[in-house]
């Protein structure tokens, strides 16, 4: 009896065997790998040209004997062109830098008002600025701010009844400059830009020898287009896509 129970136990141990290298078999599911995809990085110094328009509010005061008799405000407006040189560094997302630039004016207009009449001729705009703002791959909009100086002319003319007044004022003017705009990579060295900006300057003078003067207040925007050759390196860090 019991060599037949293990005869019988044997056939079963067998068989359960057989079925289960019959039975189908499953591997685990390949795991995705990740790709390391690099990103723009806009560290690196750069050159580059730029072009647009610029326009100006005049704000002028009439004195005699100490005392504002009077004013009017007039505009003007016209093509401005130059160059520009920048260093940016990018730490993260972050991306700072520093940026210089000087630019031809063809700025000029007057106003008048009775037997007065005044004028604007700006004849260049350079500025030093910095600049803050994010790198989104190959996108880079950002801020600026900094230091200007404009080459302008201003003139006046008036009379007061029997005599002709008329003198103008050359020179430059400090101020300061506040502004925003994008740049992007269109190649790994190439960059297009476009960028508004507006500025402030000192309030400037003309005085004749009747103690009458002229005070005009100053400010002017710009809107750019550029391009920049980039000597940066093309990629930073790496984002992981699956």
């Known amino acids: 009896m019991k060599k037949i129970l293990l005869a019988s136990a044997?056939?079963?141990?067998?068989?359960?065997?057989?079925?289960?290298?019959?039975?189908?078999?499953?591997?685990?599911?390949?795991v995705a790998t990740p790709v390391a995809t690099p990103t723009y990085n806009w560290s690196g110094g750069y050159v580059g040209l730029q072009t647009g328009w610029a326009w100006s509010n005049v704000d002028t005061d009439f004195n005699y004997g100490g005392t504002t008799v009077g004013g009017f405000d007039f505009d003007s407006d016209g093509w401005t062109a130059g160059v520009a040189a920048g260093w940016d560094y990018q730490w993260n997302w972050a991306v700072l830098g520093v940026r210089?630039?000087?630019?031809?004016?063809?700025?000029?207009?007057?106003?008048?008002?009775?037997?007065?009449?005044?004028g604007m001729d700006a004849n260049w705009l350079a500025s030093l600025t910095a600049r803050a703002g994010v790198?989104?791959?190959?996108?880079?909009?950002?801020?600026?701010?900094?230091?200007a100086y404009v080459d302008y002319d201003h003139s006046n003319s008036y009379t007061d009844g029997t005599v002709l007044y008329g003198d103008s004022d050359d020179d430059g003017d400090f101020g300061w400059t506040l502004g925003a705009g994008i740049e992007v990579?269109?190649?790994?060295?190439?960059?297009?830009?476009?960028e508004y900006r507006h500025y402030w300057f000192d309030d400037k003078s003309i005085g004749y020898a009747d103690g009458s003067s002229v005070d005009f207040d100053t400010d002017m925007d710009t809107f750019m287009?550029?391009?920049?050759?980039?000597?940066?390196?093309?990629?930073?860090?790496?984002m992981a896509n699956y």
């Open 100 to 118: 210089g630039d000087i630019n031809w004016l063809d700025v000029d207009g007057d106003g008048s008002r009775d037997t007065v009449v005044n």
């Open 135 to 147: 790198g989104m791959d190959r996108f880079h909009p950002y801020v600026l701010g900094g230091v």
């Open 10 to 30: 044997a056939v079963a141990l067998m068989g359960g065997s057989a079925l289960a290298a019959d039975l189908p078999t499953y591997e685990p599911a390949p």
């Open 225 to 238: 287009v550029g391009v920049n050759w980039r000597f940066g390196g093309p990629s930073g860090s790496v």
């Open 185 to 194: 990579a269109v190649t790994d060295n190439i960059s297009v830009s476009g």
